[in-house]
Nanobody, 115 residues
Framework: QVQLVESGGGLVQPGGSLRLSCAAS????????MNWYRQAPGKQRELVAS???????NYVASVQGRFTISRDNAKNTVYLHMSSLKPEDTAVYLC?????????WGPGTQVTVSS
């Protein structure tokens, strides 16, 4: 069992930056692929960034070069550093932990990009 709790969301102006954190507890964090998804009103949930146990990273094209995903296995935490934020980045951002058997979700944190 893995419990995930996101933090760090909020209101930011276009061009600004935020760092989201996802703290995990309850299982062997280092063995999971960690993902950040986002869901905007009226839109499908979208995979934004992933980091594997070995540290390989992938991003959706729309955030490439602006967002960075990282993990600290010693702290059981995954981060999403977001910069050059745009209004279209506004969404609830959700942390996800997955392996071959299990799939866990956090409750999400709201990010609003607006002037």
């Amino acid at each position: 069992q893995v419990q995930l709790v996101e933090s760090g969301g909020g209101l930011v102006q276009p061009g600004g930056s935020l760092r989201l954190s996802c703290a995990a507890s309850g299982s062997i964090f280092s063995r999971y692929v960690m993902n950040w998804y986002r869901q905007a009103p009226g839109k499908q949930r979208e995979l934004v960034a992933s980091v594997t146990p070995s540290g390989s990273r992938n991003y959706v094209a729309s955030v490439q070069g602006r967002f960075t995903i990282s993990r600290d296995n010693a702290k059981n935490t995954v981060y999403l550093h977001m910069s050059s934020l745009k209004p279209e980045d506004t969404a609830v951002y959700l942390c996800n932990a997955v392996n071959t058997i299990y799939n866990y979700w956090g409750p999400g944190t709201q990010v609003t990009v607006s002037s």
